[in-house]
């Protein structure tokens, strides 16, 4: 441990504020056990997680049925099933140890919160246990929309993909055990270090760190881009001094507040003037690791299309700028992914002119199946999405759009002249109530019926503290009703004919 | 002596450590409950936040966020608050300005505060004889008395020197509407732990949060009257446990005198069964009422200085609530006398009839070595007379003994509290004054005529780091603080670097910190010191819940933390001149170091109540006991009385035989009674009542001679009372007896 004060550190600083700054200030849904509850039921149908009586304690508890919800019309007896899917949203496998990361910000007030969790060193531990709780609801194919690592990082993906992918997964990078700002040895009361604060779960730490195999899922994944994915902090894009700050030693714990801004500012421009800045602040001394550097976004795509396992119709999609493709769930539903990860930076989702040319041509050559998008950022969020609503609406057979990145389960009706379709967003396994969905779409009387559900993770191992420290979390998804209303979790939403 | 009164000597008996036992009931159970019952009707909260004032939405931003709260609410409290009412005032009142929700304070006369009115806490009522409907003038506005209010989260005024009041929101401008202060109940209390971490972790930007738990505010009650209470309570366990003695070598006593009846039913054919049988239930009969009596009397004579006192540390008595827990003690009582007579009887029944009919005791007869070596004399026949009934002897002085015991440790408790006020030396302190003096000036205060040294004193209150619940007190010298406090050590070594902390008991045990742990603190201003523990201190003050340290560390969290400077005197130093000395270095007049228990005389004039009280009715046990014992003797011994009064013998000489009895007696008690109060009870109410310090509770000569005089003059007593009855009966039937 030591301080630092040197240009580079000044750097580091000044970058890693920034940074934070500006994931706070633009997206703030992304940037929300001995002891821990039984495990979770298969499914919420059966049983869910709860706390009846406020005490902060986690408890089984009844299972909340579908309702049905027939915003849009329709209705009637659901008939055969055309396909099981699920949906794992904003998964966020972090490095926590990573000197890029901005944990201080929170303590800055204003506009900053979240840039701290205490469960942030579980992450891989939490997708591992939501895959497996997934496996068991046995899914046709699995949508992952975005934010699948926290920071663009190598070895961020590295261990996201060994989870979902399955084999060994390494959460631990640096040196061996644990380097950073919930270490004991710490004295910053402002983070919740484990083996010292309550709820206390001595050794915790050790065993995030801890190597663990991961099943993978069992059905095919398809990825979505999230701004997560290919900016730093989901904010900045990566530029050389970033990945000299992320492979170095200088880890920024403590921050002037006087250096932070106060308003929205422009992420790159504001990087640019406070590293010109001296920016004090107390740093941790930790071991460096190469493998923290950024990944570009054509590294990622390259990534993410190459894999072994990965589908036909993703290894399509190899070589294109942006992460846009179809895939087929049966002879009957097609999906339509979108890339909305802004590569300029920023949270706010983009669709460029020659995605929306894509996709109208996408929606054209879907005529006569029932049709799901999948994208990170809702498209009532992202600079293009109104017209890619506008060519949904227009697009006979478009159930829903799935999406991600608000953290947030929501349900929306979206009302068109032929009927509409629903827009839903799923929780994040970073926050309470760190859920997965699933989705069954079935005939309906001439329309559709889209059942889904929320899935809680099991809990096992770690992931177990984890989920209970994202409840207990007073900036995280309890305080924020990020689990939504039951209405928001598992309906029947029924698609008229003609929508 | 006839059966009746035989009876009534019993009951007396049983009623007199009855009387003990409800004084001793009424002033541990008072004591020791009377926080919860007024935090449960004041509904305190599990949390009580301080800090800068804020905006209300910002600070409930945070606050509603909170795990495991079940609700808040906010006030603006306002210190320095001038307060007025006809024939008192003072610049120290504080206002809370109350900002909606639940109160956290019972109303006890009046209605809750509303406009243009004040609400006062209940000590300013009762010092100032306010009451609803009359004026208060508050920073100048006279403001209508609306109600008295109950709150327990600070000892009441006087006994604190800022008394309370309470204004709505809308009497007050707009510009005191931001609160301060953060009222927060909790849905499982007992998880307090994981909100306080949360709002820790959620506070940047609110400034020198400070918390404080239920339990917390029961520790800082418990420390503003000192170890008083502590001690009370402790006291109290003992007087129960000496009254349980008393009445079970009473009912022992009682039982040998009834040996020669038991001989002859069990000659008539009674089983060992049916004689123990009757034996109890007669205990009963005359057990209950009696204790039933002395109970009542007991809790009655200490009830009103018990309510007085708890109402000075702003606690509730218990009222009805004591009456189950006198009734549980005549059940006790009942079945310890029931038991003590059964017991005796049973042994002694079992015997042959023949055997209990030639008046043997209880055990077989032994030799009695010490009879025989007394002198001749009347004093020396009386004794022998005593000592004839060994098991009746040996009832008599533990009962008197116990008695003595008991008195004894009074005695030394009011002198330990005397000096615990007076005496900063009790404490470990070695320095006489403080200074209101820069830390730089040390130095010439050092070259003060009839100064040994003089070094800057820093005090914080703090939070365990870790549990955030905990109060603790850290108090730093630069170098050695043993110059100036030096509590003995009970484990590890005296602290040597900036890095490490000799903790109090009070605290190692509250954290479980041993030599070698860390001690992680929360200062005011939000950031966490931590220390190596080096040492463990038996320190009284704080009920040793502070931790020494050298100043490095707590500067460099807060830098702008005060100090004073501790002033040792040279042996005969003139306090006067050194005074005048540390006057011309410009410090206001010096203050004495403080000890550990309040000087409010209105408080110490209520805990000497409640010791009178308790140590009446032990001087009436003992004074039972003696009576008792002279008259078993003089009845036994009613022939050999009447002889010596046929030849001559006067009421100087029947007086005599008694007086040798009761010293018989007497003096053994009095030795095993000093015993008793030193290696027994001494020890037993320090360690309950402080284990976490050494307190001085050995008798002093003076106490000594105090119960000696005491015991005397009971003797004198009971020897005359006796000696008057003995001498109202027949020479002849008593020479017909004999």
């Known amino acids: 441990m030591g301080r630092g004060s040197g240009p580079r550190g000044r750097m580091a600083l000044a970058l890693a504020a920034l940074t934070a700054a500006a994931v706070a200030l633009a997206a703030p849904g992304c940037g929300a056990t001995r002891g821990a509850p039984a495990a979770a039921a298969p499914s919420t149908l059966q049983a869910t997680l709860v706390d009846p009586d406020g005490d902060g304690r986690l408890e089984r508890g009844p299972g909340e049925p579908l309702r049905d919800r027939s915003d849009l019309g329709g209705g009637g007896r659901p008939g055969a099933v055309l396909a099981t899917f699920a949906q794992l949203t904003d998964t966020h496998v972090r490095d926590e140890e990573s000197p890029a990361r901005v944990p201080f910000l929170d303590r800055m007030g204003g506009a900053f919160s979240s840039t701290f969790r205490p469960q942030e060193a579980l992450s891989t531990q939490v997708l591992a246990a939501a895959v497996r709780a997934v496996n068991r609801a046995r899914p046709d194919v699995v949508l992952v929309t975005g934010d699948i690592v926290d920071s663009a990082a190598e070895d961020e993906l590295d261990q996201a993909l060994a989870v979902l992918d399955g084999g060994r997964v390494d959460p631990d990078t640096g040196a061996r055990g644990y380097d950073g700002v919930q270490q004991a040895s710490d004295p910053d009361p402002f983070f919740y270090r484990p083996d010292l604060d309550a709820p206390r779960y001595p050794h915790l730490l050790r065993d995030a760190e801890r190597p663990f195999t991961s099943p993978g899922l069992a059905a095919p994944w398809l990825p979505a881009i999230g701004n997560h994915d290919v900016l730093v902090q989901g904010e900045v894009p990566p530029t050389r001094r970033i990945d000299a700050l992320a492979t170095g030693t200088r880890m920024v714990v403590g921050l002037d507040p006087a250096l932070v801004p106060r308003r929205p500012v422009d992420s790159a421009a504001a990087v640019d003037r406070l590293l010109a800045e001296s920016a004090p602040g107390r740093a941790l001394r930790v071991p460096a690791d190469p493998r923290r550097r950024s990944l570009r976004p054509a590294e990622l795509l390259a990534r993410l299309t190459g894999r072994r396992a990965a589908p036909a119709a993703l290894r399509a999609a190899a070589g294109r700028p942006t992460l846009d493709y179809t895939a087929d769930l049966g002879p009957a539903v097609r999906v339509i992914v979108l890339d909305t990860a802004n590569r300029a930076g920023g949270s706010r989702g983009l669709l460029r002119p020659a995605q929306l040319t894509w996709l109208r041509e996408a929606l054209r050559r879907a005529a006569g199946r029932a049709i799901v998008v999948a994208t990170h950022n809702p498209l009532d969020g992202t600079d293009g999405g109104a017209a890619a609503l506008a060519a949904l609406d227009a697009t006979p057979g478009v159930v829903a759009v799935v999406s991600g990145n608000g953290h947030r389960n929501r349900i929306r009706p979206h009302r068109t002249a032929a009927g509409g379709y629903w827009l839903i967003a799923t929780s994040s396994l970073a926050d309470f109530p760190q859920q997965a969905r699933m989705f069954r779409l079935r005939r309906a009387a001439g329309g559709y019926a889209l059942e889904t559900w929320m899935v809680d993770h099991d809990g096992a191992g770690v992931a177990g503290p984890a989920r209970e420290l994202a409840f207990l979390d007073a900036q995280g998804g309890r305080p924020q009703g990020f689990a939504g209303t039951r209405a928001d979790r598992n309906a029947r939403l029924f698609v008229p004919a003609g929508g | 002596m006839t059966p009746r009164r035989r009876t009534l000597l019993a009951a007396a008996g049983v009623f007199a450590a009855s009387v003990v036992v409800g004084t001793g009931a009424t002033v541990g159970y008072g004591l020791a409950t009377g926080f919860d019952r007024a935090a449960e009707r004041a509904d305190l909260p599990d949390v009580i936040a301080r800090f800068d004032t804020e905006g209300r939405g910002r600070v409930d931003a945070r606050v509603r966020a909170l795990p495991n709260l079940a609700a808040r609410s906010y006030r603006r409290e306002v210190k320095q608050v001038p307060l007025a009412a006809p024939g008192h005032a003072t610049n120290r009142g504080i206002a809370q300005i109350v900002l909606g929700g639940r109160r956290g304070y019972a109303i006890t006369e009046g209605h809750d505060v509303r406009r243009r009115e004040v609400v006062i806490e209940r000590g300013l009522a009762r010092a100032w004889d306010l009451h609803p409907g009359d004026l208060l003038e508050i920073a100048g506005a006279r403001l209508p008395i609306a109600g008295i209010a109950l709150s327990p989260d600070n000892v009441a005024f006087p006994l604190t020197v800022t008394p309370r009041v309470y204004l709505d929101a809308a009497t007050v401008p707009p510009g005191f509407r931001d609160p301060n202060l953060a009222l927060l109940w909790l849905a499982d209390p007992g998880r307090a732990d994981i909100t306080l971490t949360q709002a820790r972790a959620t506070s940047f930007g609110i400034g020198h949060l400070e918390f404080i738990t239920r339990d917390g505010v029961r520790v800082l009650l418990g420390q503003a009257a000192g170890i008083v209470i502590s001690l009370l309570v402790a006291f109290s366990l003992v007087a129960l446990a000496a009254a349980g003695t008393m009445l079970a070598a009473s009912a022992h006593a009682d039982v040998q005198r009834r040996l020669p009846s038991f001989g002859v039913r069990r000659a008539l054919g009674f089983t060992p069964g049916a004689l123990v049988l009757a034996q109890a239930a007669a205990a009963a009969r005359v057990a209950v009422p009696a204790a039933a009596a002395g109970l009542a009397v007991g809790a009655l004579a200490v009830a009103g200085p018990t309510r007085n006192l708890l109402a000075q540390l702003n606690e509730e008595a218990p009222g009805v609530a004591l009456v189950p827990v006198l009734l549980a003690c005549l059940a006790g009582v009942s079945l310890l006398v029931c038991a003590a007579s059964a017991w005796p009887a049973w042994r002694a029944a079992r015997r042959p009839p023949a055997e209990v009919l030639r008046g043997a005791d209880l055990a077989p007869p032994r030799r009695r070595r010490g009879a025989g070596r007394l002198r001749a004399g ?93 109060p603790l007190r850290l108090i730093a010298y630069p170098g050695d603080h043993t110059r100036f406090e030096a509590p003995p050590l009970a484990d590890g070594r005296r602290l040597r670097t900036d890095g490490e902390a000799e903790v109090g008991v009070g605290l190692a045990d509250a954290l479980g910190l041993r030599p070698g742990a860390t001690l992680a603190v929360q200062v005011p201003g939000g950031s966490e010191v931590r220390f190596r523990v080096s040492g463990v201190v038996r320190a009284l003050e704080n009920d040793g819940r502070l931790a020494y340290v050298r100043p490095a560390r707590l500067l460099a969290a807060d830098p702008v933390l005060g100090s ?63 009576v008792q014992a002279l008259a078993m003797t003089a009845r036994e011994r009613r022939g050999a009385v009447a002889l010596l009064r046929a030849c001559g013998g006067g009421d100087g000489a029947v007086a005599a035989v008694l007086a040798g009895a009761a010293l018989a007696v007497v003096v053994p008690a009095a030795v095993a009674g000093i015993a008793l109060q030193r290696f027994v009870l001494g020890p037993l109410v320090s360690r309950w009542a402080a284990g976490f310090a050494d307190l001085p509770l050995n008798p002093g000569v003076g106490q000594v001679v105090l119960v000696a005089g005491g015991l005397a003059a009971l003797t004198a007593a009971a020897t005359a009372v006796v000696a008057r009855r003995a001498m109202r009966e027949s020479v002849v039937a008593g020479l017909r007896e004999e």
């Open chain 2, 564 to 626: 004073e400077l501790a002033v040792r005197l040279s042996p005969g130093a003139d306090r006067d001149r050194v005074a005048d000395g540390l006057s011309r270095l410009g410090a206001p007049p010096p203050r004495p170091a403080g000890a550990a228990t309040t000087r409010d005389a209105g408080f110490l004039g209520v805990l000497a109540g409640v010791l009178r009280g308790v140590g009446l009715a032990v001087g009436l046990v003992c004074l039972y006991a003696l």
């Open chain 2, 378 to 470: 009347l004093l020396g026949t009386g004794a022998r007379f005593a000592l004839a009934a060994r098991a009746r002897w040996a009832a008599s002085v533990a009962t008197v003994a116990m008695c003595a015991g008991v008195v004894g440790l009074m005695f030394a408790l009011a002198s330990l509290l005397v000096r615990l006020r007076d005496d900063p030396g009790t404490v470990g302190k070695r320095y006489e004054l403080v200074a209101r003096l820069p830390p730089e000036d040390a130095g010439a205060v050092r070259a003060i005529p009839g100064v040994a040294d003089a070094a800057p004193r820093y005090v914080t209150d703090a939070a365990d780091s870790f549990r955030l619940g905990e």
